[in-house]
């Protein structure tokens, strides 16, 4: 049996196929990295976690269809590997929040980044859904649509889970809000 070789027009085809592909990919780094830090808390997690991703989204590049929402298809693709990542680290034991505090030298110089400090800890004890939809649309731009196809879920369950973690990252931050009028006792 001879083996036959290849077309130049297909071998063409696929390089220019495999430029576009890469081109979008790296176009896409930063905010795979900001929505994988988002989402477990550790920027070296993140970071393996978002490379990882783009390795598996390489790897698949024949299936993605050409023309639909590679963005929504990568963000998905990291999903996927944060909650394969999860399942994984349930067995492993993680240096406590606190005792990791207590560890550090210096405190941070700016008042910026004790805000954005306090706004990772409350995004850290929002439940994953709610997170995770706060990540993709506010952090990362993605349209409610976008959203529900990374999360596999209805427009209306995207919407809510929204709210509902706007409200609770609120008095996570803030604290809970006074509902009595003021000169009143509660």
Partial sequence: ???????????????????????QLVALIPSLRTFARGLCGTRDLADDMAQDAMLRGWAARASFIPGSN????MFMILRNQFYTTIRKNRRTVSLEP??????LVEAPAQQHQ???ADVAKALLQLPPEQREVLLLIGANGLSYDEAAEVAGCAIGTIKSRLARGRKALAVLIDGPADISPPGEAA
């Fill in 1 to 23: 049996m001879t083996q036959l070789a290849p077309d130049p027009v297909d071998t063409a085809a696929s390089i220019e196929a495999d430029r576009i592909f890469r081109d």
């Fill in 70 to 73: 590679f963005r929504a298809w």
């Fill in 98 to 103: 606190e005792l990791a505090e207590r560890m």
């Fill in 114 to 116: 004790i805000h954005l």
